[in-house]
């Protein structure tokens, strides 16, 4: 069962969330950020360029064109390799874990694991962002020696950072399967 | 009993001898979910309503049907299958192997269910069998794992039986499937570390939680893997080894080899260790030299290093395995290079032409020193310096380097003997070879070392001197009692002395401070070069190159944790899992996964 909602992000950017149910334990939401557009793709590149053939006006030498296009093509092979976040995933199935994906935009992804003996809670914190004040969505991992406590707060969607009305359609679905999980754990 | 399984060898028997494997006629696409047994019996103590999660592996997939064998971890109701046991099988004798391999890996291994790997059409008699299989092996909940040839399609049962008496409590989990692949998670090592010998071997499975504990079933089960489906024994197993042990020829031959060669090389290294800490070098002229020459705290840890890794004690962890592979490459790595050097030097005769151009070397520098010292006896940078002191700091340092020059010129015709030498040292590594270069430029420049420290003697004495008598001409005093600066009334003969001293140091400070600086600059210049060389030697000394070789050939070795993929999912059927061991990733590549199996 599968169904996708478009919310936006902080700044304004359109997001699209996906959501798939396997099955009543497992949950998968994936969450696609906004593409890299042609308009600042060109602006970066015109920029570089109109610089290098400023120097190559002073300096006469042609290989500041050629490493001015070999900057921008490796430049730009990086940044989607490195930085470039299309898509996170959340994937949470109960009495396993909850998985975070992130894929670049080159086809990478780094995948984080976390068990569901360390997870605590999945909670909604406010944060200070440069001038804003945001909302993101966490998760808080169990500290081995005190019960109750809070070892690590690991926050999700850093790439995206949805808002709020996102975050609460994820922050639901996860506390069903929390509280499934839970309820389950804790008899004998 | 015995009637019973006889018979229940024969049906299996004949089922094998039938080219088709037929599967169990209640065949379910849709598993009708009845209510979990109230009062499930006190053998299997899982939490109701908790979904069961049964750990398959890949190899598994494509096996013929039979049993599934593996362990029952209660705590998080999952069964990790570890092989699959085919017909024709005696229970007897199934029973007396997984009782062999409990006693021998202390691993609680147990039939979990069955195993049904079927064509199209299902036949009623090996529904029957089964069934009756149940019987014979209690496990609470029974496994049915079911699967169609070629197609995607797997289903899954769990049941808790009271026995034949009571079907109508009987009750069905839901059942979550996941694949794993048996020879990376070995592989891996992402169990947590083996026991110590004195704690009891039946709880500490029960401190592992969660994946730990499939991790530590999987690495601790051996004995479960030696002997296949292709062995003559009485029981055909079907797991990661069955295609062939998996082994290799030289990491036999030197396990087998490791062990005498070690103890030689660790008496060995524990003589010469012995004999550098004897007393004669702590006497206190030796032990500073040794403390000043590079080469020598090179040489203590290459000593150290060679000890650690020819020790006869075996790596407790898989860290300290990876850090005495890593001295090891380090070390070989090192001793290459040297050689190297050495054939390079010998090549082409470098030593002679060294040591030809080492002395006119040593004339030049001396050569441009004197010319610096010319300068700054003058005007230097247009600044008038005071004449007086000048003359005197720029002879006392112009006869310093007449001295060095002479003693060189005395030493000329050792220079290539100790040179060859020094090359000859290449063999013991190349990191050796640099320090033993860096050591040389230290003694070349001793001069230039002891300018700086005069420099920086005379300027330090004018500091404190300016900056007491500059108190005094503010009427205060430094109190060494309270370490604080006091007020102190002073006499006029005392005020008027201290203030003409001021007045002096003052107008000389110029000078002092250009010949500090000139001098504390051309120090830094060979500190810096000094400073390369032993970062090259560092750089040689640390780079885990095993570590580095592993994360391109054997990326599984270094992992990090593990990761999950849903597989194709169709309603009705178990929800199908990946586990695939993720690495840590410093290399910016697309993690290496598994095919699906089936």
Sequence with gaps: MEDEQSFSDICGGRLALQRRFYSPSCLEFCLSCPRITLRSLTAVTCTVWLAAYGLFTLCENTMILSAAIFITLLGLLGYLHFVKIDHETLLIIDSLGIQMTSSYASGKESTTFIEMGQVNDVVINEAIYMQKVIYYLCILLKDPVEPHG?????????????????LIEVYRSCQDILAHQKATSTSP | MGLVSRGAAEAGRGAASAVDRPGPPDAVPNPTP??????ADPGSSRSP??????FFPTCCASADSGLLVGRWVPEQSSAVVLAVVHFPFIPIQVKELLAQVQQASQVGVTVLGTWCHRRQEPEESLGHFLEGLGAIFSHRPWFQLCRERGSKSWSCKATHWQGPASPAASGEDQVMLIFYDQR?????????PTALPDRQAGDTTASAGGLAAVFDTVARSEALFQSDRFDEGPVRLSHWQSEGMEASILVELAKWAAGPVCLFLACLLSLISAASACRVFKLWPLSFIWSKLSTCEQLRHRLEQLTLIFSTRKAESPAQLMRKANMLVSVLLDVALGLMLLSWLHRKDLIGQLADALIPVADRVAEELQHLLQWLMGAPAGLKMNRALDQVLGRFFLYHIHLWIS???LMSPFIERILWHVGLSACLGLTVALSILSDIIALLTFHIYCFYVYGARLYCLKIHGLSSLWRLFRGKKWNVLRQRVDSCSYDLDQLFIGTLLFTILVFLLPTTALYYLVFTLLRLLVVAVQGLIHLLVDLINSLPLYSLGLRLCRPYRLAAGVKFRVLEHETGRPLRLLMQVSIACILPCSSKGLREPG
């Excluded at chain 1, 809070?150 to 996102?166: G, H, N, T």
């Excluded at chain 2, 309503?49 to 049964?54: N, S």
């Design chain 1, 150 to 166: 809070i070892s690590q707060v690991v926050p999700l969607f850093q790439s995206a950072k949805p808002r709020l009305d996102c």
């Design chain 2, 34 to 39: 009845t209510p979990p047994a109230e009062g």
């Design chain 2, 49 to 54: 309503g908790m979904v069961l999660k049964a």
């Design chain 2, 184 to 192: 990376k998670v070995l592989l891996s090592q992402l169990h947590p």
């Design chain 2, 407 to 409: 003693y060189i010129h």
